[in-house]
């Protein structure tokens, strides 16, 4: 098969950062494509926990699966137990962008994008070609690598790990457990309906991750995975925009550092593209100012994540005694709330 037609705009990647850039332009008559190896919502790698406002601003409401207000953060000296302070939820990964596409449904082809050859875009099936592309790939950034064959490696925190299995087993509430000498990061078990969901996520490379998963689960009595699902996750933000190429969500390393949380981020991001994609292709502005207004947008969010390192450099470094200290301040709503006006207004409206 090859293909003949242009494009306005071509997106690769139909995850959370494509489909909602994707979604804008369709929704205001930008020619759009949105290119995946795989359908959407047919391969998830993620715990899908989110903000609840988050899941439902995007129409998706029917994905949801669970809802929490607390999570209990457990450390070798003792817990810490924090009050939420907006509700959050687990979402089915299918239902989601079945949602999203329902509500506007998005021209797509299943195709592997190989690389960006100039202006022109290789596939498995084929060249084609647009005006303006957006890399929504996920950490391998496979048009952004094209351009800078270093891109992939750039980000100041450089590339960590997660990998989650789902198992029949009950648990109440969402877990986090922290224990710097085991995992240089964190676990998870997230109670969802009757099953949960064990993670384990290193903040750096880490070859031994599915090791530490088993080790992880065995502390329930548990001794067999279930089928694993996971992915590298790029903490720290890298360049935006290279040449033709706007970046979006994991591509562009806009995976939260000490949190992981990349989900609302790369919605935010895929959106905010969108909306001044449209705006070039509407005469209201040109490229460049375009490049320049998501340069600004990407820019004022460096601050938060340079903190966010910070927090995550002292979680993992200071002795477990303190380290719960720290943990048990965000105990009291103050603390919290003003953490969360700090830390909830990254990529957020
Ligand atoms: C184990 C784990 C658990 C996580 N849990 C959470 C969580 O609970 N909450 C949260 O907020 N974040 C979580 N994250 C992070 C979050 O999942 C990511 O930040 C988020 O998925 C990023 O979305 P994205 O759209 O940018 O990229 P991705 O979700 O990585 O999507 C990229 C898309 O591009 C496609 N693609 C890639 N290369 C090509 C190619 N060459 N040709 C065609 N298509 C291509 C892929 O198939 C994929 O569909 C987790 C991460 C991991 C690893």
């Known amino acids: 098969m090859s293909f003949t037609e242009r494009y306005d705009v071509i997106v690769v990647g139909a995850a959370f950062a494509g489909v909602s850039c994707a979604q804008e332009l369709q929704r205001h008559g930008v020619r759009g494509l949105l290119l995946d190896r795989w359908e959407p919502g047919s391969h998830c790698n993620s715990a899908c926990l989110a903000p609840l406002h988050t899941i439902e601003q995007y129409g998706a409401a029917d994905s949801i699966l669970e ?106 509430g969402l877990h986090l457990y922290i224990d710097p000498p085991l995992l240089n990061g964190y676990a998870w078990a997230f109670g969802c309906q009757k099953a949960t969901r064990f993670g384990v996520a290193s903040f750096q490379p880490c070859n031994a991750i599915r090791d530490h998963l088993a ?86 969010q460096h601050k938060t994540y340079r903190s966010m390192y910070a927090f995550q450099h002292l979680v993992m470094t200071l002795p477990s005694r303190l380290c719960l200290q720290l943990l048990r301040l965000l105990e009291r709503p103050t603390f919290m709330s003003l953490l969360w006006r700090y830390y909830g207004a990254v990529f957020e409206d």
Request: with cysteine; hydrophobic share 40%.
């Open 215 to 300: 080790q992880f689960v065995r502390r329930f009595g548990i001794t067999e995975l279930g089928p694993l699902r996971g992915t590298r996750i790029p903490f720290g933000l890298r360049q935006p925009v290279l040449d033709k190429v706007f970046v979006a969500g994991d591509a562009a390393g806009q995976a939260i550092p000490a949190s992981a949380e990349g989900i609302r981020p790369a919605l935010h991001a895929g959106k905010k593209l969108g909306r001044l994609l449209v705006g070039v292709f509407h005469g209201e502005y040109d490229l460049a100012q375009a490049k320049q207004a998501y340069r600004r947008y990407h820019r004022i």
């Open 67 to 172: 809802t929490y207000d607390r999570i209990t953060i457990h450390t070798p000296v003792g817990d810490a137990i924090w009050q939420l302070p907006v509700f959050g939820c687990i979402f089915d990964y299918r239902r989601f962008f079945q949602a999203m596409l329902r509500h506007t449904p998005i021209e797509f082809r299943q195709v592997r994008v190989i690389n960006l050859e100039q202006d022109t875009l290789v596939t498995s099936e084929g060249r084609l070609w647009a005006d303006t592309y957006v890399d929504a790939s996920g950490w391998r950034a496979v048009l952004a690598n094209s351009v800078e064959p270093t891109y992939w490696e750039s980000g100041a925190g450089h590339l960590g790990v997660g990998v989650e299995t789902e198992l029949d087993y009950p648990t109440e």
